[in-house]
Every structure is written in C-alpha cells, then in structure tokens.
C-alpha cells in the first residue's frame, strides 16, 4: 500500500486528495495488479479522515475500472489498470517568456492602433441590442462566406471609399487578413507554388507564404512601391502587393505602375494580391483608388478591421474574382466553419449607421498629430536624418546616413528602452538599407514619441 498524506490548508478536498493518490500509484505501478488496499476504515484511522471520506474516493476509484471489491477478501487494483510504460509527468523547463510591460521600453512598432481610443460604449451598446433582438438563427452555425449584413454593408462602404467593385456574393469574412492570405496562397498554390512578393515585405506575410510551402521570388520596392520590371519572367501564382501605403518603405504605387502591373497579370494569366490594410489613413490629398477597382477580374482584395478599430474583433475579408468563390468557400469552410456571427452583425451596423466613418474622422486626427509630432522630434534631434514614405498610415522609416542598424545595435537600442525596427529585417535581399529603421506611432502617447526619440538619438550619440 502506498503512503497517503492529507494536506488539510489545500484548496482541494480530502476525498478528492486520496483519490488523486491512489489513482496515481496504480497508473505509475507502485500499485500492481491484485494489491489489496487497505479496508476504508483502516485507511480511515492512519490518516485521521472520516471512513466517509475514504470511502467516497473508494466508491469513486472502484465506479471508474481502479478498483475491485473481492466478497469477504476486501478491496483489490483491478486487471488491467498497469499501463505498459511509465508517462513522465515532469514538464521539461522552458524559457521564461520576457513581460513586454517590465521591460519598461518605448517600442515603436508599426501597425499598433491606438486602442485606447475604441469606442467601446458604441460597441458594447450594438453587441447588446443585437444579442437581445436577434433571431435565435443567429446563435447557430452560418454561412463560411459571411453574414449578408455585414457584406452587404463593406459592398457600399468599399465601393465609396476605396472604389472597389464587387457583389456581396464576392466577399467572404476571415479571421483578420492573416487567415484570408493563408487560405488564398493555399488555393492558388496547388499547381504553381511561386509568389512575386514586394521587397522588403512584412515578416508576417512572408512568414504566411513559406509556412505554405510557396517559394517566394523578391521584387524590389522604392520609395514608389513595387518596380513592375522587376517581376518574374515566369508566371507566378499571385504577385503580393500593398499598393496604397507600401509596408515598410511606405510608398504609394503610381496609377502608371498600377497599370502595369494589371497588364503584367493579363499577360501571364495570373493574379495581384492587393493587401490594403491601412489606407483609410491619408493625411495629404485624396486616398489613392484601390487597384482592384480597375481590374477586379485580375486582384483579389484583401483588407482589414485591425488596424482601423482593434486586432482583438479579428475580422477582416478577402474579395475575390468570380471564378475564385467557389475553391475559397470550400477551403474557409474547412478552416473555422464560420466567423463569429455576433461580431460580424455589430460591425455591419457599426458601418451601416456612420460610426465607422466618424471613427476614422477622429483617428485620422489623432494619427496626424503623431505622426507630425513624430517627424518634429526626428529633424530636432538628427540632423541629417532623411524621412521615407508618404504622409499616410501609422509608421515612417528614418534614414540615418553612416548607421548601420544590425541585430547587435538593435539589441543595445533595446536594452536603453526604445525598440525600433530595422528595415533589413523585413528584407529578402540583403544590405540594401542597413541605415534604415521603421518607426511606427500608432499606439504611442505624444509624449513617449517624444521621449522614444530623445532616448534614440543618446543612445545613437554613445556609439560615436
């Protein structure tokens, strides 16, 4: 028999601690087969417990297989309880993961919304009203492409503010444009695994096409977007683009760089990935025209609710040629079933009743103010300092002339409390911009954009 204690300060029971104790000796063989236990009021008596306590773990261990009761014999470990090898219970140790928080440092991450200004009355009061008034439909399985409500919303909404053209039949709803881009280079894969992607890139997208087994071919990328001669001589699956606000560099793809890359995809008879994930933010002039509402037979359109409201709804939505439908619906079935209905209803009202438009109204106030704030703090603390990309979305890129920005220096930014990011990182071609690091300010206060840059700029003076 093996030895039983009884912890009396634990949160767990007394029946459910000599359970757990006798279970464990059998399953890790210091119990064998045909032991006899000893009786509930012996066991009762050693451990100072009632006899009904024990014999409430008893019953419990003999009504799940453990145990047996012999008539006028006592009670036994049953047959067949002896598993053939030893489960080692002990958890290998892994690194602890390090608290952004306790770090303490001003990280200038781009593509962090500024979430503290979500409207969560609004929204709280919309789930609240569709919760209470929907019908009980609502609550079951839907459709994998989507609630009608909300595409049929993003049909008028997208048509008004990015000129694409499309059917509510078009567009499916995703789990952000990380599952959309999964599942498209999934789709368009299966015969040709090649994608011409703009270079640099963000790591994410890169990381979602090789997890898909696709072999990525670099396009270099100015401050103008993709260079269209640069493309392939070969057909490629897709070409991957982000037109509108180039991520890193920051450019925004001329009409007649956009045309030929329409003309390149009719000639060889493949498709633009058009990822528009920030392009609501312009603070100079008239946001530029999606390419998808040129040539919406040759793009598939992908865009997203994370940066304009929070990652944490994880909606976004992919529209596709007509000819697409029918594989996607297939393949996003067989990933989620279906995106939350709940959310997707509060969002179609959220558009359709004009609070998503008053809601990109204030933001693009407040990212125009940091933005400005940002490039302020940048001319008054480096000199030569040169900034990249168009007066959109919510990051830039600074060069800094004779700065190499290597994973080494990066670490020591790091450790003196900023965190920026070096565009070399988002490159598949290396050496082209070691002096280069995105700086995005979304999520930051006007004052920790001020603070992040005076930190740099010492940190940087150090190294002189």
Not at 117 to 127: E, G, H, I, V
Not at 169 to 174: A, G, L, Y
């Amino acid at each position: 028999m093996i030895f039983i204690t009884i912890d009396r300060s634990s949160s767990i029971s007394l029946t459910q601690q000599i359970y757990d104790q006798v279970r464990n000796g059998i399953l890790e063989k210091q119990l064998k087969e045909g032991d006899r236990l000893a009786s509930s009021r012996e066991l009762a008596s050693s451990i100072g417990v009632s006899r009904n306590i024990v014999l409430e773990a008893y019953e419990r261990l003999i009504a799940e297989g453990y145990l047996e009761v012999r008539p006028k014999s006592g009670t036994f470990v049953a047959r067949g309880t002896s598993l053939s090898f030893t489960e080692n219970t002990r958890r290998k140790e892994t690194p602890k993961k390090i608290d952004a928080n306790k770090k303490r440092y001003i990280d200038f991450k781009a593509g962090n919304p500024a979430i503290d200004y979500f409207p969560r009355k609004k929204w709280a009061q919309l789930t609240k009203e569709i919760c209470l008034h929907s019908s009980e439909a609502v609550f079951g399985y839907g459709e994998a492409s989507g609630m009608k409500e909300l595409k049929n919303a993003l049909v008028d909404y997208l048509k008004r503010v990015r000129g694409v053209q499309c059917r509510a039949e078009q567009i499916f709803i995703t789990s952000g444009a990380t599952q959309g881009l999964k599942l498209i280079t999934e789709m368009l894969g299966r015969g040709n695994k090649t994608i011409a992607v703009e270079d640099p890139v963000t790591d994410e997208m890169r990381n979602i096409f090789t997890f898909s087994n696709g072999q990525i071919i670099p396009v270099p990328v100015d401050e103008n977007g993709i260079d269209p001669s640069g493309l392939p001589k070969q057909s490629p699956s897709f070409v991957f683009v982000i037109p509108s606000h180039q991520f890193p560099l920051g450019g925004i793809l001329s009409i007649q760089r956009r045309l030929q890359l329409i003309e390149y995809a009719k000639k060889m008879d493949c498709y633009i990935v058009e990822d528009d994930y920030d392009s609501e933010f312009t603070y100079e002039g008239a946001p530029v025209p999606s390419i998808q509402g040129i040539a919406p037979n040759h793009v598939i359109y992908v865009g997203t609710f994370s940066k304009i409201l929070s990652p944490g709804l994880r909606i976004g939505y992919v529209i596709l040629p007509e000819e697409l439908i029918s594989d996607f619906e297939q393949l996003k079935w067989f990933s989620d079933r279906h995106t939350s209905s709940l959310e997707q209803l509060v969002l179609a009202r959220f558009i359709r009743e004009g609070y998503l438009d008053r809601h990109v109204r204030k933001m693009k106030k407040i990212y125009k103010e940091k933005r400005e704030r940002l490039v302020l703090a940048i001319q008054q603390n480096f000199e030569y300092a040169t900034i990249i990309g168009k007066s959109a979305g919510m990051h830039l890129v600074v060069e800094i002339p004779d700065t190499d920005f290597h994973s080494t220096f990066i670490h020591k930014i790091e450790e003196n409390g900023v965190k920026v990011y070096p565009i070399e990182q988002y490159s598949l071609v290396k050496g082209k911009h070691k002096s280069r690091i995105v700086m995005g300010y979304g999520g930051l206060s006007l004052d920790q954009i001020e603070k992040g840059v005076r930190l740099l700029r010492e940190i940087l003076d150090t190294e002189k």
